[in-house]
Structure formats: C-alpha cells, structure tokens
C-alpha cells in the first residue's frame, strides 16, 4: 500500500506559521501534481494549494498571500508554507499526488489548529 509521509500539523496561534511537508515514496513514478488540501469539522474536503512538475501553482483564493507551496520533484517532496495563520485555516491538512495516469495518492492527514 502506498503511503504518504506528512509532518508538521501543530497548534499555532493566530498570526503564526507552520511549514507542512509530505513525501511520496520513489516507487510513485510520474507524479504531475503535488498539493494539499483541507477538511474543516463539518465542511468537505477542499483544495489549499496544488503545484504541477512544470512549477505551475494554483492557490484557494482565501490563502493567496499567506500560504506558498513548493516541491521537489527529484525527491517527491512537497512542502507547504503557512504564514499569518488565521482560525479558519484549522483543519485536517492532507497531502496528494496525482500521476501523469490519473492515479490519486492520499496522506493520512495531519492537524492544523489555529486558536489563542
């Protein structure tokens, strides 16, 4: 079974930062898009932020300005830069991969709380 390794689900205060990263073991080949998505307690779950292999990045409006998505391609890496943290960013933060054949990896998801 394929797992994604994700790290870096803390609680944080509003205004803080915390760097999620996620790994996708080397026997994924041909990993297209990288990215996180969210599932706030009682919503669906959602896109953050997503990146292709070319570097193309596409952001949920509402973290636009605060969150800053990167990968490595070589290491099947990506990592998520959360800056200005606000309540409504709470939630189970997940990693995915999607393949050049349109096969979808999940992480297990790691929690991000927001709170004073």
């Known amino acids: 079974q394929v797992q994604l390794v994700e790290s870096g689900g803390s609680l944080v205060q509003p205004g803080g930062s915390l760097r999620l990263s996620c790994a996708a073991p080397?026997?994924?080949?041909?990993?297209?898009?990288m990215g996180w998505y969210r599932q706030a307690p009682g919503k669906q779950r959602a896109l953050v932020a997503t990146?292709?292999?070319?570097?193309?990045?596409n952001y949920e409006d509402s973290v636009k300005g605060r969150f800053t998505i990167s990968r490595d391609n070589a290491e099947n890496t990506v990592s998520l830069q959360m800056n200005s943290l606000k309540p409504e960013d709470t939630a189970v933060y997940y990693c995915?991969?999607?393949?050049?054949?349109?096969?979808?990896?999940w992480g297990q998801g790691t929690q991000v709380t927001v709170t004073s």
């Open positions: 995915y991969v999607e393949t050049g054949w349109s096969n979808v990896y």
């Open positions: 990146m292709t292999n070319g570097g193309s990045a």
């Open positions: 080397k026997t994924i080949h041909s990993i297209y898009i």
